[in-house]
């Protein structure tokens, strides 16, 4: 799997199909603003989750989750903020997770960091 693209799409689908399987909705996938985006936006009980997404094929260059910069997290806030004012969201809980995969040779590991950022 070469390129970036590919390797984010396959990381999206897989963390979708983790997410409906532990209860979420899954509202929205891929949606930016000002070229800003976040990867995955869920439901689960009355909070609004944004959900990044990050593959890694090893460790090579650190855990995937060490790729959401603060520079990231402030992108995906301001991405988060359009979305809740452009759907008129009032009265939700918000919650910035962290989706990290490992998808080496030999194994597939997700770990699920919720509350990642605020």
Do not use: W
């Amino acid at each position: 799997m070469g390129n970036n693209r590919e390797k984010g799409k396959l990381g999206e689908e897989i963390a979708v199909a983790y997410l409906i399987e532990n209860g979420y909705s899954i509202l929205c996938t891929n949606f930016s603003s000002r070229g800003k985006e976040i990867d995955i936006i869920a439901k689960k009980s009355s909070a609004l989750i944004f959900v990044e997404v990050k593959l890694r094929k090893s460790l090579k260059f650190g855990y995937p989750r060490e790729a959401v910069t603060f520079a990231k997290q402030n992108n995906i806030k301001q991405a988060a903020n359009y979305y809740i004012y452009k759907n008129g969201i009032v009265d939700c809980d918000f919650q910035f997770d962290i989706i990290e995969i490992l998808d080496t040779k030999t194994e597939r590991k997700l770990e699920h960091i919720k509350d990642a950022f605020y």
